[in-house]
């Protein structure tokens, strides 16, 4: 049977509060940062880690809730905590290959180089061995 709201102490529900809030914050600021950061390389950067930092306090908040509430340990909420951490970096990875692989491929100024290149600066094709 699921306690009212009103029924959790005040501890509990301001613990709730504060990583509600936390949680939020990070989210918007990972929203901020995806708005005003000019290029793509610079703006996937924020949105990830506000999602995973976010989802990581809006879940401790649920978590203290309910596990409150129901008056048992609610933990199956860890389950969503692990995918969003894991497929995060993961999407990060690979959206951010795939516009470097298309933006050297069409030659644009202003990609990141490779490791020790500058910026906008092309790779050097290595020679061929014709043995």
Do not use: C
């Not at 914050?25 to 000019?38: D, H, M």
């Not at 999407?91 to 069409?106: G, H, I, M, S």
């Amino acid at each position: 049977m699921i306690q009212p709201a009103a029924d959790i102490p005040l501890a509990v529900a301001v613990a709730v509060a504060f990583f509600l809030l936390f949680g939020a914050s990070l989210a918007l600021i990972g929203a901020i940062g995806f708005l005003r950061l000019g290029t793509f390389y610079e703006r996937i950067h924020a949105p990830t880690l506000g999602t995973s930092w976010g989802i990581g306090g809006v879940m401790i908040a649920s978590m203290l809730y309910f596990s409150f509430s129901l008056q048992k340990p609610v933990l199956h909420e860890l389950l969503i905590g692990l995918f969003v951490t894991v497929t995060t970096p993961v999407t990060f990875l690979l959206l951010a290959r795939a516009a470097l692989y298309r933006d050297r491929t069409e030659g644009k100024n202003g990609v990141p180089g490779g490791i020790g290149k500058a910026s906008g600066e092309q790779a050097e094709e290595e020679p061929v061995d014709p043995s």
